[in-house]
T-cell receptor, first 108, second 115 residues
Framework: QKEVEQNSGPLSVPEGAIASLNCTYS??????FFWYRQYSGKSPELIMS????GDKEDGRFTAQLNKASQYVSLLIRDSQPSDSATYLC????????FGAGTTVTVRA | DTGVSQDPRHKITKRGQNVTFRCDPI?????LYWYRQTLGQGPEFLTY????????KSRLLSDRFSAERPKGSFSTLEIQRTEQGDSAMYLC?????????????FGPGTRLTVT
């Protein structure tokens, strides 16, 4: 069983819509959760971190964490073509475990 | 602050050759990590340092791989007797213990192709 699972993509959304990305993890003791954005051929870029249950908003991004359900999600509001990328969910305090990523395409 | 830098950005080598990659972390960061990423997968943890001490190595890090971080500054990752299966993007990340717990920032990566 993989440690971190992400919803399979690709995910195609129209410009201006909400993109919803989901991630589940197996280690119930995990305390730190991150979302990275990775453009094709580039390295991962940290866009959100969340440590407590509930929602955390940063601009057009909202991360949601539910430790009881071992579930973390990322919402991208008002999606823009520049949001087209692969989004990686990462879990744990130092030795990050990554999901395989969900590729998002925002169509104009 | 300058970000994490890695050198070289691309490396093509023949099977059996040795290669060495360098990573310079964000200047005040005391933790440095190496990951490997293959196409369609997320990065996989290889090893990490706190200052100059190598604290953990993944089982992925065979005895052909060695990493060092002399004086707790830059780090090198060496692969001896490269194999085609070593072809991947090698990513370095750094973090500051105690600041926004364990937020890791990645360098641009070194893409290795073994022919």
């Amino acid at each position: 069983q993989k440690e971190v699972e992400q919803n399979s993509g690709p995910l195609s959304v129209p410009e201006g819509a909400i993109a919803s990305l989901n991630c589940t993890y197996s280690d119930r003791g995990s305390q730190s959760f991150f979302w990275y954005r990775q453009y094709s051929g580039k390295s991962p870029e940290l866009i959100m971190s969340i440590y407590s249950n509930g929602d955390k908003e940063d601009g057009r991004f909202t991360a949601q964490l539910n430790k009881a359900s071992q579930y973390v999600s990322l919402l991208i509001r008002d999606s823009q073509p520049s949001d087209s990328a692969t989004y990686l969910c990462a879990v744990n305090d130092y030795k990050l475990s990554f999901g395989a990523g969900t590729t998002v395409t925002v169509r104009a | 602050d300058t970000g994490v830098s890695q050198d070289p950005r691309h490396k093509i080598t023949k099977r059996g050759q040795n290669v060495t990659f360098r990573c310079d972390p964000i200047s005040e960061h005391n933790r440095l990590y190496w990951y490997r990423q293959t196409l369609g997968q997320g990065p996989e943890f290889l090893t990490y340092f706190q200052n100059e001490a190598q604290l953990e190595k993944s089982r992925l890090l065979s005895d052909r791989f060695s990493a060092e971080r002399p004086k707790g500054s830059f780090s090198t990752l060496e692969i001896q007797r490269t194999e085609q299966g070593d072809s991947a993007m090698y990513l370095c990340a750094s973090s500051l213990e105690g600041q926004g717990p364990y937020e890791q920032y990645f360098g641009p990566g070194t893409r290795l192709t073994v022919t």
